[in-house]
């Protein structure tokens, strides 16, 4: 018998739906910036469907494209307009950026209310003391896909691996906080099969294809694969291999189609929860 496939998709659509009909009850438009600084083209791509997605929903979305050259200081002076502007709720810098910025020193200039990724040190500290914060997009839309399926972290021993400030690290916080037993796995954990095997929930977002096998898997395990990798005849793959994962998984997303329609998914509703605490509609976030 073979894993249920989590259709991110369908659950993304539900997810930005309902984003929808909380934007057109409010009496203004939430206000989303995105500023992508030079070509990568899998950014200018991201950043694409993030308008594309935003404008769906009624967010007023607007993209801030800025050259490959530019200073960090020219960076710094836009996120300081950005974080001026009353008709802005929500600021997102594409990562990654070029050599000459430090992306630690833009996130950190960003304005903690309208940190719509959740990196802002203050954001980063509160969602590691439990406390109620804007979550990262990923993380949060791993935690819905789970949720989505019935999946109650509670008492159930989860594994991480990876341990990135972007997904590893937000999301052990977050299943900590519904009250898993969470381990954290990286590139030096000794014996990463006989930790996979003791998960019951497993996410995996270390940047590897194909590096988790079915084998090392326990029967019934719920697999939320965050991992997006370019094989070399450009098909995508996640960090499982979904083919023999799926043989013993109670659960497995796909790559595509998985975690990454959450992402966008979870971005927007980030956005109109920002909205709303900066305008004086109160929601817990």
């Known amino acids: ?61 607007q993209t801030i494209r800025l050259g490959p050259n530019t200073p960090e200081a020219d960076l710094l002076r836009e996120v300081a ?16 950026l070029p050599g000459q910025i430090r992306a630690r020193t833009i996130l950190e200039a960003i304005d ?37 399926c019935g999946i109650d972290p509670a008492g159930k021993r989860a594994l991480v691996v990876g341990r990135s400030a972007i997904v590893g690290k937000p999301t052990g916080a977050l299943l900590l906080a519904a009250d898993a037993t969470v381990t954290i796995a990286h590139s030096h954990t000794r014996d990463l099969p006989a930790e996979c095997q003791r998960a019951e929930i497993l996410i995996a977002a270390v940047g590897r294809a194909g590096l988790i096998r079915g084998d090392w898997l326990s029967p019934g395990v719920a697999v939320i694969d965050v991992g997006i990798n370019r094989l070399p005849d450009g098909r995508l793959a996640g960090d499982v291999d979904f083919d023999g994962a799926a043989k013993v998984a109670g659960w497995i997303t796909p790559v595509p189609g998985g975690v990454g329609p959450m992402t966008i998914a979870c971005l927007l509703e980030n956005t109109v929860d920002l909205a709303e605490q900066r305008r004086g509609r109160s929601r817990s976030l």
Not at 10 to 19: D, G, K, M
Not at 23 to 45: F, Q, R
Not at 81 to 96: F, G, H, S, Y
């Open 1 to 61: 018998m073979g894993a249920t496939i989590i259709d991110g998709r369908a659950i993304a659509a539900r997810l930005r739906a309902r984003v929808a009909e909380r934007v057109s009850a409010l009496p203004y438009k939430p206000g989303l910036a995105v500023v992508l600084v030079g070509e990568d083209p899998a950014s200018a791509i991201y950043v694409r469907n993030k308008d594309r997605a935003a404008t769906q929903t009624g967010i007023s979305a």
């Open 81 to 96: 307009r950005l974080n001026a502007d009353p008709a802005v709720d929500a600021i997102l810098v594409q990562l990654p």
């Open 112 to 148: 903690p209310a309208k940190d719509v990724d959740g990196f802002h040190p203050l954001n980063v500290g509160r969602l590691a003391d439990g406390l109620p914060t804007v979550a990262p997009c990923t993380p949060r839309g791993v935690m819905k896909l789970l949720g989505a």
